[in-house]
């Protein structure tokens, strides 16, 4: 955290993103790109994708290092297959790996968006924003309007507290791809840089598109209680109970309490505080 911050407003911006990740989520990521890859790939790499790709639905994920590294050495000359590795490997949780084959990937074809796109989210995944936001950047000057770049740059735009750069990006994404996923995060990005107004006016928007989301239910429940609005926070308590039938009164008690405490940091001083600087 920026020194900038003052321990008050550091144990409350915490708080903010503790209370975020609790009660909101963000939606999983990008679709299953399986007929993209075996469209493209080589017909001699299709027999080891099938098997690759047979092992992961079933949720074996043993050995798929190797297979993909027995891919990659019988193919080093196509970007496409480096490209489908790195994916892979990435989804699978190794950024280090993911990023040595997008990066030959990218070597190999440079004007291939996914390619830049992959070896932004390894260097994502290394938490090396700057280069991931370059990486992103890239892409997006070859395909301007593909929503899941603008969403992933705006992720390391966030970490680099490049607030409104991440607002930006994720209101794009939401834009040129009007997905529930794509609402839903951009509503919740606003709540995690402190324009709470605005998130709680999306997720009301998101709402009316969705109306038995729970998750969606219960961040607004929630959020409707910091911005002193306790009657419709009451009712969308109530419609949350009727559209979870998890929702319990010590679940309902329990974050009412936190929020309280919440309220006690969560002064309109440093509301105010913390907007400004998340709107530089």
């Known amino acids: 955290m920026n020194a900038r911050f003052s321990l008050l407003a550091h144990v409350t911006y915490s708080m903010m993103t503790m209370a975020w990740m609790a009660i909101c989520p963000v939606y999983a990521g990008e679709e299953s790109t399986d007929p993209y890859w075996r469209a493209k790939l080589p017909k001699s790499a299709v027999p080891m994708y099938d098997k690759i790709i047979e092992k992961i639905k079933v949720g074996d994920i043993t050995d798929i290092d190797k297979l993909l590294a027995e ?5 080093k000359t196509d970007s496409v297959v480096l490209a489908f590795a ?24 440079s004007k291939d968006p996914h ?29 301007p309007k593909t929503a899941y ?22 209101h ?5 791809e009007n997905s529930i996923k794509h609402h839903f995060n951009y509503a919740g990005m606003l709540f995690k840089v402190w324009r709470i107004k605005e998130s709680v006016a999306e997720f009301e928007s998101y709402i009316k598109r969705v109306p038995d989301d729970r998750m969606a239910s219960k961040a607004l ?60």
């Open 221 to 280: 429940s929630s959020m409707l209680l910091h911005l002193d609005r306790p009657d419709d926070a009451d009712r969308e308590f109530a419609r949350f109970r009727k559209i979870d039938p998890k929702a319990t009164d010590e679940f309902e008690a329990a974050v009412r309490k936190e929020f309280t405490e919440f309220r006690r940091l969560y002064t309109k001083e440093v509301y105010a505080d913390e907007e400004k600087k998340h709107r530089k």
């Open 86 to 109: 790195s994916e892979t490997i990435l989804q699978l949780g190794d950024p280090t790996t993911g990023l040595k084959y997008a990066t030959a990937s990218v070597e190999l074809s």
């Open 172 to 176: 794009m994404a939401k834009k040129f």
């Open 71 to 75: 891919l990659v050495s019988k193919h």
């Open 115 to 143: 390619a830049l796109y992959l070896r932004g989210s390894a260097y994502y995944q290394l938490s090396r924003y700057q280069l991931a936001v370059k990486d992103y950047t890239a892409a997006l000057k070859l395909e």
């Open 149 to 170: 770049i603008h969403y992933h740059r705006g992720l390391s735009y966030y970490e680099l507290e490049q607030f409104n750069n991440a607002i930006d990006d994720l």
